[in-house]
């Protein structure tokens, strides 16, 4: 199971005159078997400390770890090679590709050049499909689907590979109240019983009773990282 | 297991097709004029012609004398050469109008510089003096003479014996006579031609034998028939409108078809680039994209040209006996299907580079 360690990881931007602070030096250790819930107003830098633990941005400042390796300063491929072999990714658009069946799309993930798949990969996403309540999609175009069977379909072609590490941004904000509740059982099942690091980023409070961990954000910054009792907020930064 | 979203791969698909129906159509009607410029050199059935000194081009008017024609045939590589008498005249069609005709006269027995092929009657039709041969294609506007005909041309009795198939010049109706004939058509003076034509003996050295030619014959202009059949195609394509014309707009076609098939694969990657970075961000390397993108292209690009080809013989095999100047030679599908794959695949690859430049970050906004 993957572990990751953030040493105070930076993140600047540039709009081409003025450079811009947008995560302020952050801590943190995420392990698996736990949801941690990532929270906080829009544009306090949630989708940035995501994209940094998944290996889709780079960091300006500071040194990550997974299992001890430092991954904070890899090149694009070898990103590539380690989103491809530890990570599974739900964005807040379910991102499947037109065209593509959706089995297809669950297959995608395990090898993105679209060799054969082998049997045992079409019988393991088809399970993954039933199992994420879309049992007989897996030949149906995706555009066929409801948002919210869409973002299940997306779940699904994240797990395909076994990933240690579960990435989502917003996977309920597109989805009716039903279908989110349905969607965040599902990640919990997941974090807790099958043991991985799940990061959920969401300013929805209906996700909230979800979490085992609560990691506030204001303004580029941590301002609350509560365990279990996160009702109880203590705050650590002000 | 290669994507692909229908809307826009039919667009593309279409674009392809259009492309090389149209291209390909407007290169067979430009091959096909070039072979109507040069159809009497090229069906000759010679090795070398000679004609008057200067000339580049059979159809010019100068005549060479006879006297020349024994220096030719005492020469060791010559198997036979024959004279040939082009000359103009009108054709008076069975309903009493003039329609105005080329005259080619070949000599008795061989008839060299001839039909080669015929839709009714044959060669020996044509031994006898009166005899002529018109063209298949030309029937409607000579005013249907039937076989038998009796008619004049330039005011001399002929009789259309056979009709030819394909004897189609740039310069218009080519009719066939016997040299005697055309000579009094064209009141052309006694012992003068308008080329001859030289076969060589077979196993002869062509060069070494076209070399003994110019030198026997200092005051003529000898070609090797290929070499004749260039230089008339270059005299007509350049002096004449309809040749520089069609060619220049055969151009302008062929850079209109690489700019559509680079843009419209351009932007049907582009059109991707979500997908792209959605490949990316869950772990697929560029060269996993690049493949992906390649082969889509070329499944498009291949199935266009299949149809786009198949229409092209659709329409070739209708107005390869038509009027419509068109043939395709062998080596064009080639090429045309090798350019345009590289241009539909650099469309693509320059469109991926673009999708690629972004943030595999972007897919979470
Ligand atoms: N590529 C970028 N270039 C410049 N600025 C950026 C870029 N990405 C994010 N930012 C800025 O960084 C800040 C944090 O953005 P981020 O997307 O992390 O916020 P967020 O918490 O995910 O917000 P939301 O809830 O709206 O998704 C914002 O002010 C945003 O404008
Ligand atoms: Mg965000």
Redesign the interface.
């Known amino acids: 199971m993957a572990r990751l360690r953030l040493e105070n990881i930076a993140r600047d931007f540039s709009d081409g005159r003025q450079v811009r602070r947008v995560l302020f030096p952050t801590t943190l250790e995420l392990v698996p078997g736990q949801l941690t819930v990532l929270a906080g107003p829009s544009g306090s830098g949630k989708?940035t400390l995501?994209?940094i633990i998944?290996l889709?941005?780079r960091p300006s400042e500071g040194r990550m770890f997974l299992d001890e390796r430092e991954v904070s300063a890899l090149d694009?491929?070898q990103a590539?090679?380690?989103?491809?072999?530890r990570?599974?990714?739900v964005?807040?658009q379910p991102?499947l590709?037109?065209?593509?069946t959706v089995r297809?799309n669950v297959?995608?993930?395990l090898?993105?050049?679209?060799?054969?798949?082998q049997r045992e990969a079409v019988k393991k996403a088809d399970e993954l499909l039933t199992a994420l309540g879309l049992a007989g999609t897996a030949l149906v175009q995706p555009r066929m689907l409801s948002g919210g069977m869409k973002q299940r379909a997306s779940i699904a072609?994240?797990l395909i590979k076994d990933p240690a590490i579960l990435l989502c941004?917003e996977p309920t904000s597109a989805l009716d109240a039903e279908s989110g509740q349905v969607v965040m059982k599902i990640l919990k099942r997941i974090a807790i019983d099958e043991n991985r690091v799940v990061i959920v980023v969401s300013h929805d409070a209906r996700v909230f009773p979800y979490a085992d961990r609560l990691i506030k954000l204001e303004n580029g910054a941590v301002v609350s990282d509560t365990t279990e009792n996160y009702m109880a907020e203590t705050k650590i930064k002000q | 297991?290669?994507?692909?979203?229908?809307s826009s791969?039919a667009g593309a698909l279409l674009g392809v097709v259009a492309i090389v129906f149209l291209v390909g159509q407007q290169l067979s009607v430009l091959f096909g004029l070039l072979n109507f410029m040069s159809v009497l050199v090229d069906h000759s059935g010679a090795d070398a012609w000679v004609l008057s000194g200067n000339l580049r081009n059979v159809d010019a008017g100068n005549l060479i004398s006879g006297r020349y024609l024994d220096r030719v045939i005492g020469l060791r590589e010559v198997a036979w050469a024959e004279p040939i008498l082009i000359g103009n005249g009108l054709f008076r069609t069975p309903d009493g109008s003039f329609e105005s005709v080329r005259v080619v006269g070949m000599r008795r027995p061989r008839l060299v510089g001839g039909p080669w092929a015929f839709a009714q009657g044959n060669e020996r039709a044509l031994l006898d003096l009166e005899s002529v041969a018109v063209d298949r294609l030309d029937l409607e506007k000579l005013g249907q003479p039937l076989p038998g005909t009796l008619t004049e041309i330039g005011g001399r009795r002929v009789r259309v014996a056979a009709v030819t198939d394909g004897a189609r010049g740039f310069q218009g109706t080519l009719v066939f006579a016997s040299l005697d004939k055309v000579k009094d058509i064209a009141g052309t003076p006694p012992g003068r031609y308008s080329a001859i034509l030289v076969r060589f003996q077979p196993g002869a050295d062509a060069e070494a034998a076209l070399a003994r030619l110019r030198a026997v014959l200092p005051e003529c202009s000898v070609y090797s028939t290929a070499d004749l059949s260039r230089l008339t195609r270059r005299y007509y394509f350049t002096q004449t409108g309809i040749g520089g014309s069609f060619g220049f707009s055969t151009m302008i076609g062929v850079v209109i078809g690489v700019v559509i098939i680079s843009l419209t694969l351009y932007t049907s990657v582009l059109g991707r680039a979500?997908?792209f970075a959605?490949?990316?961000?869950?772990?697929?390397?560029?060269?996993?994209?690049t493949?992906?993108v390649v082969?889509q292209t070329l499944i498009i690009t291949v199935t266009g040209l299949f149809v786009g080809f198949l229409l092209l013989s659709v329409l070739l095999n209708a107005t390869g006996r038509s009027a419509i100047p068109s043939y395709f030679p062998s080596f064009v599908p080639p090429i045309l299907a090798i350019v345009t794959v590289a241009v539909s695949l650099s469309g693509s690859l320059i469109a991926l580079r673009e999708a690629l430049r972004a943030?595999?970050?972007a897919?979470?906004?």
């Open positions: 989708t995501l994209s998944g889709v941005l694009d491929e590539a090679s380690l989103r491809l072999q990570y599974g990714f964005f807040q991102m590709i037109e065209g593509l297809e297959l995608l993930a090898g993105v050049q679209g060799q054969r798949p072609r994240a941004d | 297991m290669v994507l692909h979203d229908r791969t979500r997908d959605v490949m990316r961000a869950i772990g697929g390397r560029r060269w996993d994209v493949v992906v082969s943030e595999p970050a897919v979470f906004h």
